[in-house]
């Protein structure tokens, strides 16, 4: 039981390049969420998706692009990077059980720098 | 709107000393309020929760009460440990609007031995 699963660990773009974060979980949640986190600031909501086929923007979607691809894999595309999206980035799913409803179980994150 | 305010860190400790770290917040309603942890190169994770309000939390000797009265969530140690050396983030949930999570900015601890 992995949990949820993200690759890569780290990454280094030059401007202008594209790329996709993947991010997959086994633990049969509907709701996912992806975050990024930068010193000072917390965790800011990019895009989360509610069930397998809905998506919906957050906090801060600009320059992204997420895919909600079955049940289990969600991705995020960056479709033209840019210095302002260094980052580390999150994967995050929520429960849905009553044991567990309201917690959120994260991903290792993926360190972006966009150089 | 909704909000979550913590104190500014970074926290710097010696072992065994008491831990407080201060949280409040802003919602309408009922939320769900927690406490995640940060571990070095790590992903967040629980650390306790509380529903509604007088719930104590508690883990790993971790405490926070839920108190509407004053809209806090303030967590507590009664001894720390170098272990415990992480980020802590106070955050809340709301049953409406998506369940998204609202986080505070996190603070950083750090405790010598």
């Known amino acids: 039981n992995a949990g949820v699963t993200q690759t890569p660990k780290f990454q280094v773009l030059k401007t202008g390049q594209s790329m996709t974060l993947q991010c997959a979980q086994d633990?049969?949640?509907?709701?996912m969420y992806w975050y990024r986190q930068d010193p000072g600031m917390g965790l800011r909501l990019i895009y989360y998706?509610?069930?397998?086929?809905?998506?919906d923007k957050g906090e801060v979607p600009n320059g992204y692009n997420v895919s909600r691809l079955n049940k289990r894999e969600f991705s995020l595309r960056l479709e033209s990077a840019a210095p302002s999206q260094t980052s580390v980035y999150f994967c995050?799913?929520?429960?849905?059980?009553?044991?567990?409803?309201?917690?959120?179980?994260f991903g290792p994150g993926t360190r972006l720098t966009v150089t | 709107g909704n909000s979550v305010t913590q104190m500014e860190g970074p926290v710097t400790l010696s072992e065994e000393a008491f831990l407080t770290i201060n949280c409040t917040y802003t919602a309408t309603g009922y939320p769900s309020l927690f406490w995640y942890v940060q571990y070095p190169g790590e992903g967040l994770q629980l650390l306790l929760k509380a529903t509604k309000a007088d719930d104590k939390g508690s883990n790993k000797g971790f405490e926070a009460t839920y108190r509407k009265e004053t809209t806090s969530f303030h967590l507590e140690k009664g001894s720390v440990q170098v272990s415990d050396s992480a980020v802590y983030f106070c955050a809340l949930i709301r049953n409406t609007g998506g369940f998204k999570t609202i986080f505070g900015a996190g603070t950083r601890l750090f405790v010598k031995a």
């Open positions: 995050a799913t929520r429960g849905g059980g009553r044991a567990d409803f309201y917690e959120q179980y």
């Open positions: 998706s509610a069930s397998e086929g809905t998506t």
């Open positions: 633990m049969n949640h509907n709701s």
